[in-house]
């Protein structure tokens, strides 16, 4: 499981980042209309990616954390490198 230690220092401030609203705001929903058209909490490009994680990814913010749990660690080793990597280039 994600450690309270990786929540608050590395997952939360990731979305709040890619998400563009504070943790109160997360929408599950965000398009990135205007720009790359990514999607979600984590902004997946293209969201439809996260289908693997379940059917109703396009509304469940807790199916969007499981993908961006798994996509985080895959390619970045863990959600705090991917948020460093973020925080380094505005992207990740």
């Known amino acids: 499981g994600l450690a309270i230690y990786e929540w608050n220092a590395c997952l939360a401030p990731l979305i709040t ?4 609203e504070q943790p109160q705001a997360w929408s599950p929903t965000k398009w990135n209309r205007g720009g790359s058209g990514a999607y979600g909490l984590g902004q997946a490009l293209p969201g439809s990616k996260m ?3 379940g059917a109703d ?3 469940n ?3 969007q954390i499981r993908w961006l749990l798994s ?3 895959s390619r970045y080793g863990g959600v705090c490198s991917a948020d ?3 925080r380094r ?4």
């Open 51 to 53: 289908a693997a994680f």
């Open 61 to 63: 913010p807790a199916t």
């Open 89 to 92: 280039n505005n992207w990740y």
């Open 71 to 73: 996509y985080t660690r």
């Open 17 to 20: 980042r890619e998400n563009g």
């Open 57 to 59: 990814w396009a509304t």
């Open 84 to 86: 460093s990597y973020q």
